[in-house]
């Protein structure tokens, strides 16, 4: 079974320029998250989707974050524009979503490493 | 609100030696809790999780934890360290009300000495 696929691997952007990063999930997971980790720090729930309806984007800065799940399948995810503080690992993962408990396991991608100069 | 704490960013043991990892998480109703491993330049795997029923919970690479609901713990432990156990260890929480929301501890980075 085919894992979480991401690109790009890295980016190297300089602040104020825009990004955007692709996430397709595991075949068949209703369940889409990004999340952004810092270096030194756990993974932050950035927006959480179920098909293609979001869950929750409390966490999410809008000003400058945006996400989208098209046809409930792949995710992208867009910074513009870029600040220092964008700097990170971003993770998506994805659950079955089957069950409306809270003990399905999240299968995570290898991650976009972003540096903003 | 949950939160997760990981005692310890960085612990060093011998090859062979015990594995002893903590978190303590704070929860308003009765938890799910997960461990998960990251290795360099790569995603987090699980290693095990504890959602209910027994309280010691066996995962994968030889690793277990238990529950301990009076400690309000869930330490991660293993017998005998092997080298490719050098990694980057993560405790996370959700429940029931969350939406299958994972609260992540900072982390422990294991170090494995020969």
């Known amino acids: ?117 | 609100a949950q939160s997760v704490t990981q005692l310890g960013s960085h612990v060093s043991v011998s090859e062979g030696a015990l594995v002893l990892l903590r978190c303590n998480y704070s929860s308003s109703v009765p938890p799910y809790l997960f461990w998960y491993v990251q290795y360099p330049n790569q995603g987090l795997q699980l290693l095990l999780k504890y959602t209910t029923g027994a309280t010691l919970v066996k995962g994968i690479n030889g690793f277990e934890a238990e529950f301990k609901k009076s400690e309000t713990s869930f330490h991660l432990t293993k017998p005998s360290a092997h080298m490719s156990d050098a990694a980057e260890y993560f405790c996370a929480v959700s429940d029931a009300g969350s939406a299958r929301q994972l609260t992540f501890g900072s982390g422990t980075q294991l170090t494995v000495l020969p």
């Not at chain 1, 894992?3 to 990063?21: H, M, T």
């Open chain 1, 1 to 117: 079974e085919a894992g979480v696929a991401q690109s790009p691997r890295y980016k190297i952007i300089e602040k104020r320029q825009s990004v955007a990063f692709w996430c397709n999930p595991i075949s068949g997971h209703a369940t889409l998250y990004w999340y952004q980790q810092i270096l030194g720090q756990g993974p932050k729930l950035l927006i959480q989707f179920q098909n293609n309806g979001v869950v929750d984007d409390s966490q999410l800065p809008k000003d400058r974050f945006s996400a989208e799940r098209l046809k409930g399948v792949d995710s992208t995810l867009k910074i513009q524009p870029a600040k220092l503080e964008d700097s990170a690992v971003y993770l998506c993962a994805s659950s079955l979503g089957a069950d409306r408990g809270s003990s399905e396991t999240q299968y995570f991608g290898p991650g976009t490493r972003l540096l903003v100069l």
